[in-house]
């Protein structure tokens, strides 16, 4: 039974490979996303904090026209007293209680509001230096993103370069392989052409001072000379 709940997990965690590496691929455009929704976010905030804001003021406002009506009509009900309008001078304090109720209630309230009012002022700077610091990653994390895109490439190109040089190389390789055994044979074919003409033995007699039997032209000149009994001119 436990194998088979093995499969299952394996089965499921296979689901969510694909889902996984979607994310991976795309965590810089999501990081973005969330970013402009968190900004959308903010500014909601703020406008909420405005409304508290202005509902604190009309609040202030209020209490402070009721502690002015409460006061007024204490100077009125004293005034009504000292005249003997004891059942005016009642009317009067019914409506000054109710108003120091009213008074006292709205105080609280105006008390609660400033502490909201306090409490949201701090999370709003502290999610704006949050966001400052999520942008300032997105922003460092693109730079390495694009830095490795620029690697990525440099290697590409730098492995394509090394093997136009490879090749380059071996191109001049068989060209001076090839040039050196031109060389060869032609000094081949000169050294054969030599020996086939007589030319290395003769040179090699006549530097060993042996007469070889070819006639130059002065010994033709002085064979003349000897038959027709002319003297060699000195």
């Known amino acids: ?52 804001m202005a509902e604190g003021t009309q609040l202030a406002r209020s209490n402070t026209e009721l502690g002015a009506a409460v006061a ?17 001078a009642l009317e009067l304090a019914e409506r000054i209680a109710d108003d120091e109720n009213l008074l006292q209630e709205q105080r609280k309230h105006a008390e609660y509001l400033s502490e909201q009012e306090q409490l949201l002022r701090r999370r709003l700077r502290e999610a704006a230096r949050k966001l400052q610091h999520y942008k300032r990653e997105m922003s460092l994390a693109r730079a390495n993103q694009n830095a490795e895109k620029v690697i990525a490439h440099l290697g590409r190109q730098t492995a394509g370069l090394n093997a136009h040089m490879g090749d380059l190389a071996e191109s001049l390789e068989r060209i001076k392989h090839r040039q050196t055994r031109f060389r060869d044979v032609d000094e081949a ?33 002085d064979r003349l000379r000897q038959r027709s009994g002319a003297t060699p001119r000195q």
């Open 72 to 88: 007024e009509r204490e100077a009125q009900a004293g005034e009504a007293l000292s005249k003997g309008e004891e059942a005016l």
């Open 1 to 52: 039974m436990m194998i088979w709940r093995k499969v299952g997990t394996l089965f499921r965690a296979s689901a969510c490979e694909p889902a996984e590496k979607l994310v991976d691929a795309n965590a810089l455009r999501i990081m973005a996303q969330e970013i402009r929704e968190t900004e959308q976010a903010m500014v909601l905030a703020k406008r909420e904090l405005a409304g508290l």
């Open 189 to 221: 074919l000169n050294t054969l052409d030599w020996e086939d003409g007589g030319s290395d033995l003769e040179q090699k007699l006549q530097q060993a001072g042996i007469r070889t039997g070819q006639k130059d032209a002065r010994a033709v000149l």
